[in-house]
């Protein structure tokens, strides 16, 4: 069986790439921006032929490696300190919640004006973005080690600090290592997204160039390329948290457990947990220089707020931004749920198309942005498009394991009660699936709000993110700041707000 599964999974996309390529070399599919599989191919194999791939893989899986390797090391350490005190997890999770959740985008400007455009920048702009599902899992990780562990500890006379290297770091070690998956793919994502806004290297720098010089081939090649580097990372972090957690069907689902495992880990946090964020801005405030031209004080930031709000700026910069992320973020869940249903309701559907879908969900989103842009032009329907392109697997792949994981005896209960298909979907399986729906969208929120701002830059121009460029090339480090503060309070916000959803709806929709 698994070699049958095998052979039909690579048949259809061999399948695909021939139809491709026959519609191109027939001319039914002649559009300038669309290059045809041979094109691509020509294209790739002159960029390893010169050089330039292989030194633009190195410079981006060099960043990506560096980053993750200073995430282990620091989000673990802090993850086991947060986890093993629960006064300190009150009080800090929510800024925590509130500082993960501001978009790497709008990072680059702010980074770049305090540490120049520098390959130290695009690490540390990986290792901020990584550092949250590192902690995160390590932290729920520990917080889950069952108090009768601590009580057998406690039994054996063992010392606090063989309590830990004995009890505690081994029960954490598989949620561990499902945290260095995120974050080793985060750091790739985040790597291309800075060499895309600041940095002309690597990967990201060569997607750009592509798009600017109007050769689809060239993009499409460094797209493929990406996406080769995501599924073998994906691939190669999926089999180590295999060995540790062998048969453990989260870890089965393949790229389900890395979409599914940063929302799932997070508990409710209190309130007051924004308080050391609070009270680092009012340290800031009361310490920094008005004149300083990298980091001004917050009450300069709401003065370029509310110059770019009287100039008439940035309420058209918000409205494109937030209608681009809604809309794209909404279509993404009506697709993925649907077509994640069916994937998860059909063993057929689900052999052919699954090794198709893990390569397309591991291609880095940013890389998708720019190919979009090109072949749909700089509209706001392209920035739609991407959007929902990128978002979709989440919500995709968490469905479909919701699907897979229908309880039989309600579906037979169901078919006993002589329940219409209809019926059926409607009080049995749609129930059991709106969880797994509501954590993919709340995963790929997050992603969406990235492209968003990607999409506002490369695309039409028009949204925060096309903002947040202007400011760093005029030097205007307080719009910079006071933009990021506004989205990250966006983002905070839209977590919190889909994190209430998932929970009325689970209380409503129970099976």
């Given amino acids: 069986m698994p070699s049958r599964t095998t052979g039909v999974g690579t048949a259809v996309p061999l399948i695909a790439i021939a139809v491709w390529q026959l519609l191109s070399s027939s001319g039914l599919l002649d559009y300038e ?4 599989p041979r094109e691509v ?30 995430t282990l090391t620091v989000g673990g350490a802090l993850g086991l300190t947060i986890g093993l005190f629960a006064t300190v997890r009150g009080c800090v999770m929510a800024s ?12 680059v400007p702010v980074a770049v004006l305090m540490l120049g455009p520098a390959a130290t920048t695009e690490l540390t702009l990986a290792v901020y973005a990584a550092l949250w599902p590192m902690l995160l899992t390590t932290a729920a990780g520990v917080a889950a080690v069952s108090p009768r562990q601590y009580d057998v500890a406690r039994m054996l006379h063992l010392s606090r600090a063989a309590t ?9 070690l598989p949620a561990w290592l499902v945290g260095a998956r995120l974050s080793a793919v985060i750091t790739l994502l985040v790597a ?29 090649a460094y797209a493929l390329v990406c996406g080769v580097i995501g599924y073998a990372l994906n691939g190669t972090l999926r089999h180590a948290v295999r060995l540790v957690q062998p048969g453990d069907p989260a870890v089965a689902g393949g790229q389900v457990a890395v979409t599914a495992a940063p ?91 699954t090794p198709a879908i893990d390569f397309l969900a591991a291609v880095p989103g940013a890389a998708l942005v720019p190919v979009v842009v090109l072949v749909v032009g700089p509209t706001q ?19 479909a394991m919701a699907m897979r994981t229908v309880p039989a005896v309600r579906l037979e209960m169901s078919r006993t009660l002589g329940l219409a298909p209809l019926p059926r979907w409607t009080k049995v399986v749609i129930p059991s699936l709106v969880p797994g729906i509501l954590l993919g969208t709340r995963v790929a929120a997050a992603i969406a709000l990235i492209i968003t701002l990607l999409v506002d830059i490369f695309g ?3 949204g925060v993110g096309r903002l947040l460029l202007e400011s760093q090339q005029r030097f205007d480090a307080a719009a910079a700041w006071g933009l990021l503060l506004v989205m990250g309070i966006f983002g905070y916000l839209a977590s919190a707000c889909l994190a209430w959803i998932a929970r009325r709806a689970t209380k409503v929709w129970q099976p």
């Fill in 381 to 399: 329907l392209s920035g739609v498009l991407a959007v929902a392109l990128v978002a979709y697997w989440p919500i995709l792949l968490n469905t």
């Fill in 263 to 353: 929302a799932a880990a997070q508990p409710v946090t209190p309130p007051h947990g924004l308080l050391p964020v609070v009270a680092l801005l009012v340290v800031w405030q009361i310490t920094a220089d008005g004149d300083s031209w990298s980091l001004p004080p917050p009450a300069v930031w709401l003065t370029a707020l509310r110059r770019m709000g009287a100039d008439g700026t940035l309420a058209p910069a918000l409205t494109q931004t937030l209608t681009t992320f809604l809309l794209g973020l909404a279509c993404a869940a009506v697709v993925g749920a649907a077509a994640g249903a069916m994937i998860g309701a059909s063993r057929r559907m689900d052999r052919a198309l």
């Fill in 164 to 172: 830990l290297r004995k009890i505690v770091v081994p029960a954490v």
């Fill in 33 to 36: 921006y669309l290059p045809s």
């Fill in 460 to 462: 039409p121009g028009a």
């Fill in 96 to 107: 925590i919640d509130f500082l993960r959740t501001i978009p790497a985008v709008c990072l």
């Fill in 41 to 70: 191919l020509s294209a790739l194999v002159s960029l390893a032929r010169t050089g330039e791939l292989a030194a633009d893989v190195t410079h981006t899986l060099g960043v990506a490696l560096a980053a993750s390797a200073i």
């Fill in 192 to 220: 291309i997204v800075a060499e895309m806004v600041m940095y002309p290297r690597g990967l990201g720098g060569g997607l750009v160039e592509s798009l600017n010089a109007l050769a689809p081939a060239r993009m499409w």
